[in-house]
């Protein structure tokens, strides 16, 4: 079982920053990727951003230059810095984590997501 725990959303104001941290936890072998995506009402989940083995990173058009995704792997844990917040970033971000875990005499990958934590951006 792996547990992905997001935290750090919260009303701020156009030009403002924040900081998203996501935690994953449980009997996990290895991590691959771990990503932050947006969703706001009537609209699918979006990429804002992934960073894969090897510190690749990715990042959605419209955050790039704004947003720096980054890990700490000793804690299983990726932060999101957002920067110069604008209205149109307002959306519930979810943090996915695709983990490698112990299955009896092998392993499996699969993903996971947290539970999603709301970034408000207005004056």
């Known amino acids: 079982q792996v547990h992905v725990v997001e935290s750090g959303g919260d009303l701020v104001q156009p030009g403002g920053s924040l900081r998203l941290s996501c935690a994953a936890s449980g009997d996990i072998f290895s991590i691959n990727t771990m990503a932050w995506y947006h969703q706001t009402p009537g609209k699918q989940r979006e990429l804002v951003a992934s960073?894969?083995?090897?510190?690749?990173?990715n990042y959605a058009d419209s955050v790039k230059g704004r947003f720096t995704i980054s890990t700490d792997n000793a804690k299983n844990t990726v932060y999101l810095q957002m920067n110069n917040l604008k209205p149109e970033d307002t959306a519930v971000y979810y943090c996915y984590v695709a983990v490698t875990t112990p299955q009896g005499r092998g392993v499996m990958t699969r993903g996971y997501w947290g539970q999603g934590t709301q970034v408000t951006v207005s004056s």
């Open positions: 960073i894969a083995s090897g510190d690749i990173t």
